[in-house]
């Protein structure tokens, strides 16, 4: 079976400082990753994702993730963070052997002027 | 996010009527999903159609029914809800049959509130 994790369920930073939001995952097979951020009273908007090849994978609005295998993370992070990054970040795995996506219960993200 | 649309935005209904959500994706895509996303739980995967036919149907209660009538339109029916079925339906679609590489893109979803 296939689990994510997100072990936060807010994030606080201030803008201009770096941040992080963890994701950890549980396949038995080959993982594939992916975040998503939701803004208010709208849908999930795609932001990058993990299949294969460098562990650091660059997205949509400056964010990065973090593959590490041996970890089992895939955190996502951004060098300065900006207010209007506030949203709920969802992390999701796609076990190889899967076609379904598990997402994680959401991290809340607030920035701070 | 144009891409998916979804109607209505809002829904209030009581426990004996009977409504329907829609999506529509203009992405050209061959998959489509039912989302259910309740307040402090993660999404829940209600439905997945692939080329207009049911490939997945997680467990979900018979009072919800979709229909897939093209690869482009998406409809889930609603009958004799309960209070617990409140929450925020989200229609997705992906390029592909849902393999591993797919990505999925979000329509703005349905807010339901049953009373």
């Known amino acids: 079976a296939q689990s994510v994790a997100q072990p936060e369920d807010q994030v606080n930073v201030a803008e201009g400082n770096p941040l992080t939001v963890k994701c950890t995952y549980s396949?038995?097979?080959?993982?594939?990753l992916f975040w998503y951020v939701q803004y208010p009273n709208r849908g999930l908007q795609f932001l990058l994702k993990y299949i294969t090849g460098d562990n650091l994978v660059k997205g949509s609005y400056g964010f990065e993730a973090e593959f590490n295998k041996s970890q089992t993370s895939f955190h996502l992070k951004k060098p300065s963070a900006l207010v209007s990054d506030s949203a709920l970040y969802f992390c999701?795995?796609?076990?190889?052997?899967?076609?379904?996506?598990?997402f994680g219960k959401g991290t809340m993200l607030l920035v701070s002027p | 996010e144009t891409g998916v649309t979804q109607t209505p935005r809002h829904l209030v209904m009581g426990m004996t009527n009977k409504k329907s959500l829609k999506c529509e994706q203009h992405l050209g895509h061959n998959a489509m999903y039912w989302y259910k996303q309740s307040a402090k739980k993660p999404l829940e995967l209600m439905f997945v159609?692939?080329?207009?036919?049911?490939?997945e149907n997680n467990s979900v209660p018979s009072r919800f029914s979709p229909e897939c009538p093209n690869s482009s339109h998406l409809f889930l029916h609603l009958h004799t809800l309960q209070p617990e079925d409140s929450a925020l339906y989200l229609c997705?679609?992906?390029?592909?049959?849902?393999?591993?590489?797919?990505?999925?893109?979000f329509g703005p979803g349905t807010r339901l509130t049953v009373l």
């Open positions: 999701a795995v796609r076990d190889g052997g899967y076609s379904t996506l598990t």
């Open positions: 159609y692939s080329l207009e036919e049911r490939v």
């Open positions: 997705a679609s992906s390029q592909g049959t849902g393999g591993i590489t797919d990505t999925q893109y």
């Open positions: 396949v038995s097979g080959n993982p594939y």
